[in-house]
């Protein structure tokens, strides 16, 4: 399997597609648009996938953007201790919240691609 061309993980979560046939949309903009912020479509439009497998599905997505968070952090830790070694615990921690915010919109559209991809394979037939 292809790490980054169409029909992989990747793909799709990064070009915002269908996890089945790499062709639909699954977000109807980007997640910096906010007239249409996290809004998703309920189908995709090439492959009829139904994006949302059962009611609550996408609440699993949380863990995810936990993660995506966790690991916004360590790398923030990690690059201030070998940049900045200066900064202050207090200065650190409002520098994080400033970054965790500016974040928040492609943690969430991530987390939810990368929750959908967990549980759909991409498949020819559809593509
Ligand atoms: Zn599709």
């Not at 993660?67 to 070998?82: E, G, H, Q, R, Y």
């Amino acid at each position: 399997m292809k790490f980054i061309g169409k029909g992989s993980k990747a793909f799709s979560i990064l070009n915002n597609k269908c996890p089945r046939c790499s062709m639909g949309d699954f977000f109807f903009s980007h997640p910096y648009h906010f007239k249409y912020f996290g809004k998703k479509h309920y189908n995709c439009s090439h492959c009829d996938l139904k994006f949302e497998r059962e009611p609550g599905f996408f609440f699993g997505s949380m863990f995810v953007s936990y993660a995506i968070s966790v690991a916004l952090f360590v790398a923030w830790w990690i690059t201030k201790s070998i940049l900045f070694p200066q900064i202050l615990a207090g200065e650190m921690v409002l520098i994080m919240m400033v970054i965790q915010i500016g974040f928040a919109p492609i943690n969430l559209y991530g987390s939810k691609l990368i929750w959908l991809n967990l549980f759909v394979k991409f498949d020819k037939e559809y593509s």
